[in-house]
Antibody, heavy 120, light 105 residues
Framework: EVQLVESGGGLVHPGGSLRLSCTAS????????MTWVRQAPGKGLEWVSV???????YYSGSVKGRFTISRDSSKNTVFLQMNSLRGEDTAVYYC??????????????WGQGTLVTVSS | SYELTQPPSVSVSPGQTASITCSGD??????ACWYQQKPGQSPVLVIY???KRPSGIPERFSGSSSGNTATLTISGTQAMDEADYYC????????FGGGTKLTVL
């Protein structure tokens, strides 16, 4: 059974940093496209980042240069390092598996999410 | 940047058919997915590649796409289908629609 468990969320001051973790079970993260999607309170879904099986990484324009996605195969975990955090980064962050082909993405399995609050 | 537009809300009576649209430029030339999100829960993929249902999704959920519009149809809508629904496609980046709140009353 596929399971994704996010952790690492919390309250951080503007300009601060936080690292989110997504620990997977039931599959190998290095063999799967993995993504982060966020949802601001009361708002819709927003794609954040993806890491391909080959290790390529891609980001939305709103986080590029501030966030870094990575993985640790030995821990079967994907990370999202978030730097220079802003109030608009406040959201529930979901980890999800992705199925990717040229011009197409779908997100099959989602974690329960972890809340990040950026506030002074 | 590419945008997907959904109606903010749709209402349906139990047992009737609900249709939720998602509009975007030449969306019919792309593949669309649909996600269901109930309050306090994570999104669930209910339709992929415009019209395919993942394992475990009831047959009352179907999808179609043509021209500039993708449509999620729920036949014989049940109270348990009350949720937010999001469409998603790709156009140089991943794009989500703004979401539609489906009310079953």
């Amino acid at each position: 059974e596929v399971q994704l468990v996010e952790s690492g969320g919390g309250l951080v001051h503007p300009g601060g940093s936080l690292r989110l973790s997504c620990t997977a079970s039931g599959f190998t993260v290095s063999s799967t496209y993995m993504t982060w999607v966020r949802q601001a309170p009361g708002k819709g879904l927003e794609w954040v980042s993806v890491i391909y099986t080959r290790g390529n990484t891609y980001y939305s324009g709103s986080v590029k240069g501030r966030f870094t996605i990575s993985r640790d195969s030995s821990k079967n975990t994907v990370f999202l390092q978030m730097n220079s955090l802003r109030g608009e980064d406040t959201a529930v962050y979901y980890c999800a598996t992705a199925r990717v082909t040229p011009g197409y993405y779908q997100f099959d399995y989602w974690g329960q999410g972890t809340l990040v609050t950026v506030s002074s | 940047s590419y945008e997907l537009t959904q109606p903010p809300s749709v209402s349906v009576s139990p047992g009737q058919t609900a249709s939720i649209t998602c509009s975007g430029d030449k969306l019919g030339d792309k593949y669309a997915c649909w996600y269901q999100q109930k309050p306090g829960q994570s999104p669930v993929l209910v339709i992929y590649q415009n019209s395919k249902r993942p394992s475990g999704i009831p047959e009352r959920f179907s999808g179609s796409s043509s021209g500039n519009t993708a449509t999620l149809t729920i036949s014989g809508t049940q109270a348990m289908d009350e949720a937010d629904y999001y469409c998603q496609a790709w156009d140089s980046t991943v794009v989500f629609g703004g979401g539609t709140k489906l009310t079953v009353l």
